[in-house]
């Protein structure tokens, strides 16, 4: 067993990018397996700092990345964000696309936009880029495949097949696009994509049966999985450790270590049910100190107390060995900090999340107060230094997750990061 999964535990947006960087070091590979350009990772590297939204961030590694099957690809922002890195100096000859991962057009955005506004006040937040509706064609098996993409005279056969079936759907999507419009600008980028495609699972599979050491980079967070998450507000994959062998064409037993990545405090982008949110001072205070602002869409990110239902979820389906804690120093300052242990919900207390919407708007968070901590910490070398209202932070959280801290984050920058555990491939 060689690999190791990163993953997000909350509803995205916790620090995976920076984890991801720093367990690169150690790595031979990097992996995504799910999800497109709607979910972004900040990396400082160098002293610069990087959003990237498609490409894993173990790029800045130096060493292979693969982008697995489980994804969807915008080729168009792919190449952009391959031009990004190239002009800062970036290596990106080492990328690898899975031949089996779908594609998303220019029609999977309009139909996006459409979907919204149809709906009105029932919209679910959508990014807007296609990701939905390019799942929903892989699912009703009338999508584009990487593979059938690079083919020239495939990519136009399938077009020709599919765009009509579209415009049955959506009579507007004939004002906007044709099948030659589309074919004559995407059969330039599959020329330019063509040869960094392969079958990546082989690829993994014979990197994995060499030992070699491979690092698997979710995107997103587990309560945005399809299943598992708070649903329909939700994304159309699964970004939890349980996606990592559809999406990247492995089976189970590679997978040693399955790190979860939390922030010290809870967030969310979009529309949603959000048990601990906060619309006060707090909020405002922690979303300013923490920079709560999207990496792809710079929306403001809703804010609340740190939630043990919600990361109890993520750590059961994605069978959590670890977690990295991240953002501790935005809660310096804060006399009081507050923990949601349980919920209420029709008079009982329950340890786990209705699986209707309705049900989770109607719980009401059990609070357990704890002191907070005045303290600048982002100088923190070691849990030792920490203030002990801090340690005690941690510690309690442990406790209510039934899960070891193996690192914590006390900045942005990859050095003001305590590892608390090595992580071995």
Known sequence: MAGVVVVGSMWGDEGKGKVTDYLAQKADVVVRYAGGNNAGHTIVYDGKKFALKLIPSGIFSGHEVIMGNGMVVNPKAFLEEVKYLNDAGIDTSKIRISDRCHVI?????????????????????????????????????????????IDEDLFLERLKEVFPM??????????????????????????????????????????????????????????????????PYVTSSHPGANGVCEGAGIGPLYIKEAI?????????????????????????????????????????????????????????????????????????????????????????IIHGLPSTVKGIEEVEPVYEEMPGWQEDITDVKSFEELPVNCQNYIRRIEELIHCPVVMFSVGPDRSQTVVLKDIEF
């Open 260 to 348: 979860g990545i939390i922030k010290s405090y809870t967030t969310r982008v979009g529309a949603g049910p959000f048990p601990t949110e906060l619309n006060d001072e707090i909020g405002d205070f922690i979303r300013e100190r923490g920079h709560e602002y999207g990496t792809v869409t710079k929306r403001p990110r809703r804010t609340g107390w740190f939630d043990a239902v919600v990361v109890n979820q993520s750590r059961r389906i994605s069978s959590l060995t670890g977690i990295a804690l991240m953002l501790l120093d935005v809660l310096s300052g804060l006399d009081t900090i507050k923990i949601c242990t349980a919920y209420k919900y029709k008079g009982e």
């Open 166 to 231: 579209k415009v049955m759907e959506y009579p507007e999507l004939a004002e906007q696009f044709s099948v030659e419009s589309l074919f004559e600008e995407y059969k330039e980028y599959a020329k330019i994509i063509k040869p960094l495609v392969c079958d990546t699972g082989i690829l993994l599979d014979q990197y994995l049966q060499e030992n070699r050491k491979v690092l698997f980079e979710g995107a997103q967070g587990a309560m945005l999985d399809i299943d598992y998450g708070t649903y």
């Open 105 to 149: 057009l220019p029609y999977h955005i309009a139909i996006d936009n459409i979907q919204e506004e149809r709906k009105g006040a029932h919209s679910i937040g959508t990014t807007k880029r296609g990701i939905g509706p390019t799942y929903v064609d892989k699912y009703s098996r009338i999508g584009i495949r990487m593979g059938e993409f």
